[in-house]
């Protein structure tokens, strides 16, 4: 289960995203100083999808800030294609639990706002499943359909690297499934590079190639999983097995720490 990442996508050369023994403080009352991650480090690889998994308050959505820029690090450095991320850039986007859309503006003009070309957005609108609903605001639109719309527009920019944080938490069960489902076969086909903030493991096992698991304080990679399954993902019985034992590792873990 344990694969090396080298077996699996292809060794150095294919990195995309490097964090670089990052550390990061929060500053808390009377000028104490919270440290979130010491010296933490990791890779990804081009095309390659990794959930990063912990507790509450582990410091999973700060880490998804750092990658985005929107936060920076007390020392050590990011990097994405071997440039440094400095601040928010159009290369990397980041979709989150809130609502991101412009109330203001239609489906189709939310995706118009980042690409032109009317053939790629209707491309996009029926990849989204959206294409019934380009005149609508998002007022009108469910919570599902608010939240396919935010990853089609986040595709419409045409990132490097898209950067996911608890993106369905708000949905109901149903939905989040069926979007999960969607999104993994969205990212599958287009082959972007995606790092996935989480607290639901069964999410993160469908859509991933790669499990970290944060924990400790400061917080570090306590616990890293392969899945060397084919994505897209539906949950037959042969992934049931796999999954039941990863599920029963990464919650031994969570249960320990």
Same mark, same amino acid.
């Given at each position: 289960?344990?694969?090396?990442?080298?077996?699996?996508?292809?060794?150095?050369? @294919?990195?995309?995203?490097?964090?670089?023994? +990052?550390?990061?403080?929060?500053?808390?009352? !009377?000028? *104490?100083? $919270?440290?979130?991650? &010491?010296?933490?480090?990791?890779?990804?690889? !081009?095309?390659?999808?990794?959930?990063?998994?912990?507790?509450?308050?582990?410091?999973?959505?700060?880490?998804? @800030?750092?990658?985005?820029?929107?936060?920076?690090?007390?020392?050590? %450095?990011?990097?994405?294609?071997?440039?440094?991320?400095?601040?928010?850039?159009?290369?990397?986007?980041?979709?989150?639990?809130? &609502?991101?859309?412009? /109330?203001?503006?239609?489906?189709?003009?939310?995706? $118009?706002?980042?690409?032109?070309?009317?053939? +790629?957005? %209707?491309?996009?609108?029926?990849?989204?499943?959206? *294409?019934?609903?380009?005149?609508?605001?998002?007022?009108?639109?469910?919570?599902?359909?608010?939240?396919?719309? =935010?990853? #089609?527009?986040?595709?419409?920019?045409?990132?490097?690297?898209?950067?996911?944080?608890?993106?369905?938490?708000?949905? /109901?069960? #149903?939905?989040?499934?069926?979007?999960?489902?969607?999104?993994?076969?969205?990212? =599958?086909?287009?082959?972007?590079?995606?790092?996935?903030?989480?607290? /639901?493991?069964? *999410?993160?096992?469908?859509?991933?190639?790669?499990?970290? #698991?944060?924990?400790?304080?400061?917080?570090?990679?306590?616990?890293?999983?392969?899945?060397?399954?084919?994505?897209?993902? $539906?949950?037959?019985?042969?992934?049931?097995?796999?999954?039941?034992?990863?599920?029963? !590792?990464?919650?031994?873990?969570?249960?320990?720490?």
């Amino acid at each position: 289960m344990n694969i090396p990442k080298k077996e699996l996508y292809g060794g150095e050369n @294919n990195t995309m995203i490097r964090v670089n023994n +990052i550390t990061f403080d929060y500053l808390v009352n !009377k000028g *104490e100083r $919270n440290r979130i991650f &010491h010296n933490l480090s990791f890779s990804i690889a !081009k095309g390659e999808f990794v959930s990063v998994l912990g507790r509450s308050g582990c410091g999973k959505t700060t880490l998804a @800030n750092i990658l985005a820029g929107y936060l920076q690090p007390l020392a050590g %450095s990011v990097k994405i294609n071997e440039v440094t991320v400095k601040q928010p850039r159009r290369n990397r986007i980041m979709v989150n639990q809130e &609502h991101d859309l412009f /109330d203001w503006m239609t489906v189709e003009n939310n995706i $118009n706002i980042v690409e032109k070309d009317s053939r +790629i957005i %209707s491309d996009l609108l029926s990849l989204g499943k959206l *294409e019934r609903y380009t005149k609508l605001y998002p007022a009108a639109l469910s919570g599902g359909l608010k939240k396919r719309l =935010s990853l #089609v527009r986040a595709l419409a920019a045409n990132p490097d690297f898209i950067i996911l944080d608890e993106p369905f938490s708000s949905l /109901d069960p #149903v939905t989040k499934r069926e979007l999960q489902v969607e999104l993994g076969k969205l990212i =599958s086909r287009t082959r972007k590079t995606t790092l996935l903030v989480t607290h /639901d493991i069964e *999410e993160a096992m469908l859509l991933s190639n790669r499990l970290l #698991v944060l924990g400790g304080s400061p917080a570090k990679i306590q616990l890293e999983i392969a899945i060397n399954l084919t994505r897209p993902r $539906n949950v037959s019985a042969k992934t049931k097995i796999l999954f039941s034992k990863i599920r029963r !590792k990464v919650l031994a873990y969570l249960h320990e720490s």
